[in-house]
C-alpha cells in the first residue's frame, strides 16, 4: 500500500501505553534527516507512562526526511506547512480510532522542522492537541493563515532553545510566545547556553511539569 499523509499507511511508529485509553498520547514529530525512530527515547524521557505515536515526515529534500521544506533563503514552504498541520491532524485521528487512545488528550513533541510543524498545527489545529514542546523551533509563518482566531486557553506551550541558535533568532521567539500568549495558550520558555539541540536539563524540567 502506498504512503500516505494522513492514514495509517504513513510510516510511523506506535508505542503503546499499559493502560492505552487513560494515558497521554505524545506524538513525536523529528527533525530534519531524521526519521520515526528518532525521539523514541525522548518520548520515554517526557513520560514514561505515555502512549508514543512517531511518525515519519513525508517530505523529501536531499535524502533527508521533514515535515516541510526550507528553503535556501532560510524562509520556510508556508503552504507546505498548512497542508502538513491538516495532514497531522486527520493522522492523529485515524491513529487514535485504531490504537484507542484518547484524542483530546495529545501533546505533540518536536525538534526543530518537527517543532516547527508541532506549534503550526497547535495554531492551525488548535482542537487536535492539548499542548506542545517544541525544542530548537522558530515561528513558521511570517502571518500566520487562520481562518479565524483560535481559542488556546488551557493549551499548554514549552519553547526550548539554545541561546547560540541562529535557527532560533530572539525576536522570532518572542513573536511566538507573542502570538500563543495573545490566543491564550500558557506559555514556557526554557534557554540553554548552546545551540541548535535539546538539553537534558530542559528535558527533566518539561517531565517534572508535563506529568
Do not use: C
Amino acid at each position: 500500500m502506498a504512503s500516505s499523509a494522513s492514514d495509517l499507511a504513513r510510516p510511523h511508529v506506535w508505542r503503546p501505553a499499559n493502560d492505552v485509553a487513560a494515558a497521554k498520547t505524545l506524538l513525536l514529530l523529528h527533525g530534519s534527516g531524521a526519521d520515526e525512530f528518532d525521539l523514541l527515547p525522548l518520548g520515554k524521557s517526557l513520560d514514561p507512562t505515555a502512549n508514543l505515536l512517531s511518525p515519519r515526515g513525508l517530505v523529501r529534500a536531499e535524502g533527508a526526511n521533514r515535515f516541510f521544506m526550507r528553503y535556501e533563503d532560510g524562509s520556510f514552504d508556508e503552504a507546505g506547512i498548512v497542508r502538513n498541520s491538516a495532514d497531522l491532524a486527520e493522522f492523529l485521528w485515524v491513529a487514535s480510532g485504531e490504537y484507542g487512545f484518547d484524542p483530546d488528550n495529545v501533546y505533540a513533541v518536536g525538534f526543530s522542522n518537527g517543532a516547527n510543524a508541532a506549534g503550526a498545527m497547535l495554531l492551525l489545529q488548535p482542537d487536535s492537541l492539548q499542548g506542545i514542546v517544541a525544542f530548537g523551533t522558530t515561528k513558521s509563518f511570517e502571518k500566520t493563515p487562520f481562518k479565524k482566531l483560535p481559542s488556546l486557553v488551557g493549551k499548554r506551550v514549552w519553547i526550548a532553545n539554545g541561546e547560540q541558535d541562529h535557527y532560533s533568532p530572539p525576536e522570532r521567539t518572542e513573536a511566538m510566545i507573542q502570538e500563543f500568549e495573545g490566543l491564550g495558550a500558557k506559555v514556557d520558555l526554557l534557554m540553554h547556553p548552546g545551540g541548535h539541540t535539546i538539553a537534558g536539563e530542559h528535558v527533566q524540567q518539561i517531565a517534572r511539569q508535563l506529568s
